[in-house]
């Protein structure tokens, strides 16, 4: 699909499948697990105490106010369990970044660029059970989606978000809280906004 600037389906390791060599690297213990198609070494289990790490890439800041995104990936939650699924972040606190993340098995946006804005979906993510879940800025609406279907439309109403931090997959902040436990898988990165049709297609695949 065009505007696809990063891909890690976790194929044994943590590289991304897009062309763009944004290669990830593990920090700290994540064991490859079985994923939702029971393929071996095919997925990530985190468990708190580590999590994966790209360089920063000015690709990644993502979050402007006239640009689209779209943000998807598979997601095994755990009772309990949930955090950071994707994030670039300066530090913890009052700082730039934004964070694609779980809480409370519901799926949320945070942004932090002069000024700090989070919007949570309303449905919950069942536990012990793999889930597609997408975000989509598309103008000033901001898109949550579960298994190919729109579950909330929000205004979107945040700020820029330009920095130099490293991209995470799996939390934690710099400095700070939010390692995933659970597992992931097959995380996509877009700078555009993908159409339901196209959302749909990846839960197909």
Do not use: C
Not at 129 to 134: G, H, I, K, L, S
């Amino acid at each position: 699909m065009d505007g696809l600037i990063a891909y890690y389906p976790f194929n044994g390791n943590a590289n991304d499948e897009s062309g763009n060599n944004l290669h990830g690297l593990i920090m700290g213990n994540l064991f490859l697990t079985t994923d939702r198609k029971g393929e071996q070494s095919h997925a990530f289990e985190f468990t708190g105490n580590g999590w994966i790490e790209i360089q920063h890439n000015e690709v990644f800041n993502i979050v402007n106010t006239n640009e689209d995104f779209t943000i998807n990936t598979w997601i095994y939650l755990l009772e309990n369990s949930g955090g950071y699924v994707f994030l670039k972040d300066v530090s913890s606190g009052n700082a730039s970044k934004y964070i694609f993340y779980t809480y409370n098995s519901l799926i949320g946006f945070h942004t932090n660029g002069n000024g700090s804005f989070s919007w949570n979906a309303l449905t919950t993510v069942p536990y012990h059970e793999w889930q597609m879940v997408t975000v989509v800025k598309n103008g000033n609406n901001l898109k949550f989606f579960k298994n190919g279907e729109i579950i909330s439309i929000q205004d979107y109403n945040g700020n820029p978000v330009d920095n130099t931090a490293n991209v995470r997959i799996g939390g934690p902040e710099p400095g700070g809280e939010g390692t995933w436990i659970g597992k992931l898988d097959d995380i996509g990165v877009w700078v555009r906004a993908l159409t339901e049709q196209e959302i749909q297609q990846l839960y197909n695949e």
